[in-house]
């Protein structure tokens, strides 16, 4: 924030600056700027440690924005290297958070409140606000990384806003322990290893199924798909093609859901497929879809919901979206992603900003790695579709950029006529799913790690997998489920 600069005569401003000096016996300096309030302690590291915060997997290093230090967080396999500070604040006030920050997937945020990130190569500065409730004494400011990445850097963190009073039973930060990190979803008690199928609500020619006739292999199904409903921007619903499936009723569907449920599955509803038209690109349509999904969801007993919008996403507001149907549905939503191939190919494309952004919440990213011809691996080669190497030098862009490994799933045609293009045989999957959790089987492409926690695969669809004699629920579902 700069300051206006007031410009009287030149000819008494020696004489003001004598007066004001003689009067209160301060020494006046020029005016650069206004400096933020800053309630945090070693704020800019120029201690030369991390003295004030809290860090498992931090040190202060040389490479700094301003001074001569900042702070270096380090990210494991299983830590995302948090930081953090607990400092005494006032109630029912408004504090405004700041940081620079460079690296991959770099947080900070008000832990219970609001957060952001950013992912950057160069110095950039952060900035979130929160205000505290009516009893709030004390927040806890924090900054991390992600699992699995490189290292990230901190410098000059600003907490804005008036001190409070420190509790003096409460020391003023609290003595290293393991801070704690963030815990996978709840994710409605799916398995470590997940087998998704889709299940069609309509006859495209493929075997016409109701929820019971499903393959018992599947753990998760995804019913597609929800519809729009045009009055109202973003918002859901669904209606069950009763005549397309032979006279299928909504009672008989509830009831099928909930037997499968009953054995140990999850149903959830998708959202968009090839024709579909749901957008959610405002905070009215994200307000309407959080609300109108929440409906849906109770009224049939879904256990979560699935993003498959390939007509694009807005990761502001579905994220918004998300996250309010998650706060009204409860910790045990299922949140899943059906991205194409191209969606997932950089962390600036919208789909891939959506997962990163409530990766706190999802539960796994099946992205589609058919239709989509040639691609870019993670290694900068180019791969063609149908192969090994295409799927795992894909699946190796998003678990090098953010994404947990068990929010990782391969999703392919479950028969040549389930796509246009792009089908493998299950075989083929299944080496897929080698190569990634244990670094066999692999093609010309091998991974320089493997992500033994690596959540499973993903067919469309069920139905096509029946007329296909269930090739893909009886060798890819028991290889899924053998994984490590």
Known sequence: M???????????IPALITLLAALTGLLLVPATGSAATNLVTNGTFETGDLSGWTCAAGAATTSARTGSYALQGSPTSSDNARCSQS??????????????????????????GTSTWSTSTTWNQLTTTFTTGASTTRVTIYLHGWYGLPPYQADDVVLDGPGGTPDPTTPPTTPPTTPPTTPPPSDGTLPKHVLTGYWQNFNNGATVQRISDVHAAYDLIAVAFADAVPSQPGAITFNLDSAGLGGYTVAQ????????????????????????????????????????????????????????????????????ALRSLRNSFGSGLIIAMAPQTIDMQSTSFEYFKLALAIKDILTVVNVQYYNSGSMNGCDGQVYSQGTVDFITAQACIMLQNGLRPDQVGLGLPASSRAAGSGYVSPQIVNNALDCLTRGTNCGNFKPSTTWPSLRGAMTWSTNWDALNGNAFANQVGAHVHALP
């Open 87 to 112: 400092i005494p604040v006032k109630s029912s006030t408004t504090y405004t958070l700041s940081a620079w920050v460079k690296g991959s997937n770099v947080y900070l945020g008000f832990e219970g």
């Open 2 to 12: 700069k300051t206006r600069a007031l410009r009287p005569q030149a000819a008494i």
């Open 253 to 320: 569907f509830k009831a099928d859901i909930a037997a499968k449920q009953a054995a140990g599955k999850r149903v959830i509803l998708s959202v968009g497929g090839q024709n579909g038209t749901i957008s959610v690109g405002s905070a009215e349509a994200a307000t309407n879809f959080a609300n109108s999904a929440l409906t849906v969801l109770r009224e049939y007993g879904f256990d979560g919901i699935d993003i498959d919008l390939e007509n694009g996403v807005n990761a502001q507001y579905m994220g918004q």
